[in-house]
């Protein structure tokens, strides 16, 4: 029997002396627009959230509503309903909810410079987080995770700091460590480059005034570090 999809990417083919070609021929290309450099707004929502005409989303284990049954699969809003496309191994997208260029392994979506045949990877990532700043120093919510290997953390002063001269960006027991004397003036940024080193448990970032106490501000950091995976049994 004739095949009546697509091997890879499940493009719904034309059968042959089929009336009304045009519409297969459409859905196949509404489909190909969404497989080709995909942009995916998320990986990780469990149910359908409210979407426009043409958005896709990567469907999480465990998902429910109308991606109940779709895990591992891509979502496309089309024609008012969800449409359900295959995520091949290898496949490369950028998840827009977390600003990243990704490739398909198995079951998930990773960053990463180098795949082993079992899973084992290298990471690349980049995590991104703002405080607000009050007193003598502030830690940031977002942590540099454990056994990573953090390479620069990066600053920009969103909201002008106040109660200090200027501040320094760095953490426990070593104030400094991505930059010292920053500035207080909104705009004002700085890419804090280190020699690679090692984090073996979950760590904050720590914004420490030079002198005073903060009284206000806002700083958004990004923490650029290597992570090591596991390859599987």
Partial sequence: MAEETTIRLGLPLVAAAQAQKHVTVNEALLRLDALTQPRIASVSLGAPPSAAEGDLYGVPSGAGGAWSGAAGQLALRSGGDWVFLPAGDGMIAFIADEGRIAVRHGEDWVTALAVSPHGAATLHQVI????????????????????????AVTTRTLTAVTGAPAYDCGIAGEPAKFGGGLGAAAGSTNAGVIGPT????????????????????????????????????
């Avoid at 991104?128 to 390479?151: F, H, K, N, Y």
């Avoid at 206000?216 to 049994?233: E, F, K, N, Q, S």
């Fill in 198 to 233: 090692a984090f073996y448990a979950p760590t904050p970032v720590r914004l420490s005034a030079t002198t005073g106490s903060f009284t206000g501000g806002r700083v958004r950091y990004a923490i650029h570090c290597l992570r090591p995976t596991i390859p599987a049994a």
């Fill in 128 to 151: 991104e987080g703002d405080v607000d700043l009050l007193g003598d120093a502030t830690d940031g919510g977002a942590l540099i995770p454990e056994r990573a290997i953090v390479l």
